[in-house]
């Protein structure tokens, strides 16, 4: 039973460089979202999904792009890092948002050098 | 989007009930209540959620007021692994934001021996 999987754990950035942050769950959950923290802050939204197929913004959705092609995995990219996307980044996944509560991954170390 | 304020710290002592308040003045008649927790270097933890009445789960108990204007968390009996940040959060059941997760900024709860 995994719950909810983030890869990779840690990854270090060069500014300019591309990447892909994967959320996985195996809990036929249709809905997923995608946070970001900054040291001593809360938890930020950036996109969110309510099934498979859509998306829609967050609070701080510049510089982001995700997808939701297949219901068990969230995929958030960066297509040119910024020093300011220096976060931890959080998936959480939900049966139905609202009504439920959602189960969140470790969290994805990223540092933008 | 309602808002939702907290305290921005509070302390207790091991083994006394503890009382976190939130309020959510804009909080619209279809938005759940939803209360997680965050313990240092991990992702956030679901402690329970509700939309009108009181509810009660082996976490906690969640109160909420008959204008469902605030709410606030009792935890019965506090133990150190309780510390954490806690966060209020309202779940979007409508519009154009539905299921939506946005957090606050939590309090930071501190448990003395």
């Known amino acids: 039973n995994a719950g909810v999987t983030q890869t990779p754990k840690f990854r270090v950035l060069k500014t300019g460089q591309s990447m892909t942050l994967l959320c996985a769950q195996d809990m036929n959950h249709e809905y997923m979202y995608w946070y970001r923290q900054d040291p001593g802050m809360g938890l930020r939204l950036i996109h969110y999904?309510?099934?498979?197929?859509?998306?829609a913004k967050g609070e701080v959705p510049d510089g982001y792009n995700v997808s939701r092609l297949k219901k068990q995995n969230f995929l958030l990219g960066l297509e040119s890092a910024a020093p300011s996307q220096t976060s931890v980044y959080f998936c959480?996944?939900?049966?139905?948002?609202?009504?439920?509560?959602?189960?969140f991954g470790q969290g994805t170390r990223l540092t933008v050098v | 989007d309602a808002k939702t304020t907290q305290p921005n710290s509070m302390e207790s002592n091991e083994e006394e009930p503890v009382h976190l308040p939130c309020n959510h003045s804009t909080i619209s008649g279809t938005d759940y209540i939803h209360w997680y927790r965050q313990l240092p270097s991990q992702g956030p933890e679901y402690v329970i959620h509700?939309?009108?009445s009181n509810v009660n789960n082996r976490m906690a108990s969640l109160a909420i007021a008959e204008d469902r204007k605030s709410s606030t968390l009792i935890l019965h009996r506090a133990t150190l692994r309780d510390a954490a940040v806690y966060y209020c959060?309202?779940?979007?059941?409508?519009?154009?934001?539905?299921?939506?997760?946005?957090f606050g900024q939590g309090t930071i709860l501190t448990v003395h021996p």
């Open positions: 509700g939309l009108t």
């Open positions: 959060i309202l779940a979007y059941a409508g519009g154009t934001s539905y299921g939506k997760l946005t």
């Open positions: 999904s309510v099934g498979e197929g859509t998306t």
């Open positions: 959480a996944s939900s049966y139905s948002g609202e009504r439920t509560e959602a189960f």
